[in-house]
Nanobody, 125 residues
Framework: QVQLVESGGGLVQAGGSLRLSCAAS????????MGWFRQAPGKEREFVAA????????RYADSVKGRFTISRDNAKNTVYLQMNSLNAEDTAVYYC??????????????????WGQGTQVTVSS
């Protein structure tokens, strides 16, 4: 079992930046693809970004390309999401997830077996 705990969310003004962290425990995530998803009120959970086990391959939703960067530090068993140029549409609960089925960057929710509890990101306009 893998436990994931997100942190770094909060309230930020439009145009600002936040860095989310996802700390894993229980098992090393070094062989897992990792991803970030988000869910806004009244909407379905959607893909944001994903990263392969080595960090060499990434995938992003079109809405965040060029603004968000996913990265990982396998030595710390931690994944990050750097979010720049935030806007009101980025307001959501952000979830970290571990893709136990694959080592690659995947945007398919079904590939992710482990999920964190989420961290709220609110962007004021």
């Amino acid at each position: 079992q893998v436990q994931l705990v997100e942190s770094g969310g909060g309230l930020v003004q439009a145009g600002g930046s936040l860095r989310l962290s996802c700390a894993a425990s229980g098992r090393t995530i070094g062989n897992y693809g990792m991803g970030w998803f988000r869910q806004a009120p009244g909407k379905e959970r959607e893909f944001v970004a994903a990263l392969s086990w080595s960090g060499g391959s990434t995938r992003y939703a079109d809405s965040v390309k060029g603004r968000f960067t996913i990265s990982r530090d396998n030595a710390k068993n931690t994944v990050y999401l750097q979010m720049n140029s935030l806007n009101a549409e980025d307001t959501a609960v952000y979830y970290c997830a571990a893709a136990a089925r694959t080592r690659y960057a995947t945007d398919y929710k079904g590939d992710y077996a482990y999920w964190g509890q989420g961290t709220q990101v609110t962007v004021s306009s």
